[in-house]
T-cell receptor, first 110, second 116 residues
Framework: GQNIDQPTEMTATEGAIVQINCTYQ??????LFWYQQHAGEAPTFLSY??LDGLEEKGRFSSFLSRSKGYSYLLLKELQMKDSASYLC???????????WGAGTKLIIKP | GAVVSQHPSRVICKSGTSVKIECRSL??????MFWYRQFPKQSLMLMAT?????????EQGVEKDKFLINHASLTLSTLTVTSAHPEDSSFYIC????????????FGQGTRLTVV
């Protein structure tokens, strides 16, 4: 079957760093996405990894290890506005259908 | 990035009526559009995939006669929830791919449907 696992909820302090992990088991792999979703809103794109390694984009970085079926999203210099759910999604093939994790709710405290 | 506009953002309807949700790609041609449903505190569940000019492909367990999808042009797809019931109350989101992007699909703003 298809399975994507993320922690349900995490708490971090403003200004700190947090790492959100995602593990996946899918029949095929053609890229992994991270999206941010604020309550009641649609997801917004954060990052896309298809090759192993770290992709850095400002305060956000995403890492992928295909052999381990593992990715993480690293958020630095946390701000209160980063409080949101972070969704990991895997694309299995050349079709653009995504398999979604349940999301990790990130709570930022002052 | 490309813009996908979804309308309406919120709708309340009576049980037994039908509701149409529109999804438009504003600055690119969307060859494929996806419709998702999301219940509170749950992940996005793909309902169907539609390609312009052809019938939608529905995911297992999704009633195609209840959730009618039309993708008549490269910029517009519609989802009609027919004979809506309270259990159909959910957050419906469309996404579209096409145009210059080779990786991400772009999301509409979502529609909060409440059936009373």
């Amino acid at each position: 079957g298809q399975n994507i696992d993320q922690p349900t909820e995490m708490t971090a302090t403003e200004g700190a760093i947090v790492q959100i992990n995602c593990t996946y088991q899918t029949s095929g792999f053609n890229g992994l996405f991270w999206y941010q979703q604020h309550a009641g809103e649609a997801p917004t794109f954060l990052s896309y990894n298809v090759l192993d390694g770290l992709e850095e984009k400002g305060r956000f970085s995403s890492f992928l290890s295909r052999s381990k079926g593992y990715s993480y999203l690293l958020l630095k210099e946390l701000q209160m506005k980063d409080s949101a759910s972070y969704l990991c999604a895997v694309r299995r093939d050349s079709n653009y259908q995504l398999i979604w994790g349940a999301g990790t709710k990130l709570i930022i405290k002052p | 990035g490309a813009v996908v506009s979804q309308h309406p953002s919120r709708v309340i309807c009576k049980s037994g009526t039908s509701v149409k949700i529109e999804c438009r790609s504003l600055d690119f041609q969307a060859t494929t559009m996806f419709w998702y449903r999301q219940f509170p505190k749950q992940s996005l569940m793909l309902m169907a995939t539609s390609n312009e000019g052809s019938k939608a492909t529905y995911e297992q367990g999704v009633e195609k006669d209840k959730f009618l999808i039309n993708h008549a042009s490269l910029t517009l797809s519609t989802l009609t929830v027919t004979s809506a019931h309270p259990e159909d109350s959910s957050f419906y989101i469309c996404s579209a791919r096409g145009g210059f992007s080779s990786t991400e699909a772009f999301f509409g703003q979502g529609t909060r449907l409440t059936v009373v």
